[in-house]
């Protein structure tokens, strides 16, 4: 299979407080895109980190990519109630899963 | 900003009917791909379409499935014979080449009844 995972399947915090979340994936990849969808909703584009690159940061999000150990990580620091959503990462056809399902309790 | 439109957002169906998805890609964009959701869970990739013919499919896009590219600007999705567990979001996305951003429409809502 060429499906990855994320993990944790839920997560539930405090306003303010940083949220981590990992993707792992079983194959070579040129790049990794996470997303965020609120219910019912599409997908928003938030970032990309390409294989040569180990960390990206835009805004609050801060993105790290381990290619030796084919996985990734998301962190949203200071969090705030809009931040409410799943958070998929992805690669064209490969990784997809179903999700995190971030709560940001107010 | 630029963004990749689908229509329509809801459609209705009885089983056993055809419908046909609609998506209007970026308008530079040479990668399309279609994907679905199941009731909110996982994406689930079905076929990505570049230079007027399939690159990739995932082993749900069966011969119940059809992509085209009809013009210069749309790119649809046919499913023939409708059942029940097609049910779904289906999502388009596009992308500029085959290392950069995917963006993604808002989705059709499939019911098939």
């Known amino acids: 299979s060429q499906q990855g995972e994320e993990d944790p399947q839920a997560l539930s915090i405090q306003e303010g407080e940083n949220a981590t979340m990992n993707c792992s994936y079983k194959t070579s990849i040129n790049n990794l895109q996470w997303y965020r969808q609120n219910s019912g909703r599409g997908l928003v584009h938030l970032i990309l980190i390409r294989s040569n690159e180990r960390e990206k940061h835009s805004g609050r999000l801060r993105v790290t990519l381990d290619t030796s150990k084919k996985s990734s990580s998301l962190l949203i620091t200071a969090s705030r109630a809009a931040d409410t959503a799943s958070y998929f990462c992805?690669?064209?056809?490969?990784?997809w899963g179903a999700g995190t399902k971030l709560i940001i309790k107010p | 900003e630029p963004e990749v439109t689908q229509t329509p957002s809801h459609q209705v169906t009885q089983m056993g009917q055809e419908v046909i998805l609609r998506c209007v890609p970026i308008s530079n964009h040479l990668y399309f791909y279609w994907y679905r959701q199941i009731l909110g869970q996982k994406v689930e990739f079905l076929v990505s379409?570049?230079?007027?013919?399939?690159?990739?499919k995932s082993e749900i896009f069966d011969d119940q499935f059809s992509v085209e590219r009809p013009d210069g600007s749309n790119f649809t999705l046919k499913i023939r014979s409708t059942k029940l567990e097609d049910s779904a979001m289906y999502f388009c996305a596009s992308s500029a080449t085959g290392n950069t951003e995917a963006f993604f429409g808002q989705g059709t809502r499939l019911t098939v009844v």
């Open positions: 379409f570049y230079n007027n013919e399939i690159s990739e």
């Open positions: 992805g690669n064209y056809q490969l990784i």
